[in-house]
């Protein structure tokens, strides 16, 4: 019998729909050494063991399925459910956001002793959190965005915006993906309705300013040993990157590998790789940079579990550097079984 790997998808935050998407397309591509356990959590944070087909999760159509809890015992590393308990080998979270990205899924399979597929309990947290993961990579020698953060009852000035950051900025909430409640904002007006917008999906904010030039992306595998996918570049029509063109490219484009120099492209991965390693990355994840007007890489994120359907990002660089979906899924996999 081959090892049991868990999937999880689903879960409470914004990004849940993306999430069954993900996840539909790692267990199509999941080696056939492995068995794969699918674990559904809803949109209310329930449990379920998913019997049900692929195309059900790509439906949200998830009702073959019966309660279940990963047990934290150490010693017993198993899903729990009335049937039976099933010994789990590994974790492969295809979660996005809050809840499943943020280091709290991670510290329940750490604390259950189980192996886990990317990136730990504390890295997992300082990445989802911005302006701290600035912080920490500015450390590191690498250039930032010039940015402020904010909570709830922090009074925010405008005219202070503009002084210190200057017009446009990008008003983001802390924590989260996928475009979620972020607004380009090219002056006062727009400001408090941005502002409004981003608090609906997290308690704190962040303001910063608007880098000419592209956005650069750059997958990343590995624990001691990286490697890295080729770089991407996304080329925007409109005013910026949300939500609707992540997923329907209506007027933007998406260029992998980047027409860019080679020496650039190789500059760019070894600053992904010094990120990664900043951040205390553990085996995948996706690195987010810009590329500025004048040739500067400037860090903007890093995604710890990156969207995983056929035409996301991070598979789309792995097979420009000559790795098929299927391989990619089996290489996580194995490195955190090692």
Partial sequence: MGKNIAVIFGGTSSEYSVSLQS?????????????????????NGEWFRFWGSIDDIRADKLENCEKAILSPDRVSKCLITKAENITINAVFPVMHGMGGEDGTLQGLIELAGIPLCGCGTLSSAICIDKF?????????????????????????????????????????????????GISRVANTDELIKAIKEAFEFDSEIIIEEEIKGFEAGCAVMGNDELITGEIDEIKIAGRFFDY?????????????????????????????KTIYKTLGCKGFARVDMFLDENGNIIFNEVNTIPGFTEHSRFPSMMKAAGYEFSQVVEMIIEGAIK
Avoid: M
């Fill in 132 to 180: 701290r993961a600035h912080n920490l990579v500015s450390t590191a020698g690498i250039a930032v965005p010039k940015g402020n953060i904010f909570a709830k009852h922090d009074k925010i000035d405008s005219s202070e915006i503009e002084l210190e950051i200057g017009f446009p900025v990008y008003v983001k909430p802390l924590r989260g993906g996928s475009s979620c």
């Fill in 244 to 272: 609707t063109e992540k997923y329907t490219l209506k007027t933007s484009q998406i260029l992998c590998p980047a027409p860019i120099a080679e020496e650039i492209s190789n500059q760019i991965k070894q600053t992904a």
């Fill in 23 to 43: 996840a539909a397309s790692v267990l199509e591509n999941f080696p056939k050494k492995y068995n794969a356990v699918p674990i559904w959590i809803t949109r």
